[in-house]
């Protein structure tokens, strides 16, 4: 069994709040969730990403820290 991944998108602020793995695409309010939640189908949309006209536009990436010269 494949499992599709969702991301949940809180509409009142548009960003994704979690990832949710379903059998079958889901639309809409996902499943035991609140009305301002959206389940979207997406393969590459993460946690803090922003949904606005049918897309998911992820956050740039968190910049790693440069160890110290010696």
């Known amino acids: 069994m494949t499992l599709i991944r969702h991301c949940i998108v809180d ?17 809409g309010v996902p499943p035991g969730l609140d009305f301002h939640f959206l389940c979207v189908a997406s393969d590459t949309g993460e946690i803090g990403g922003t949904y606005a ?11 790693q820290p440069t160890p110290p010269q010696a």
């Open 11 to 27: 509409t009142t602020t548009n960003k994704v709040v979690n990832i949710i793995e379903y059998e079958e695409i889901q639309t």
């Open 53 to 63: 006209n049918g897309e998911i536009v992820n956050p740039p990436p968190t910049p």
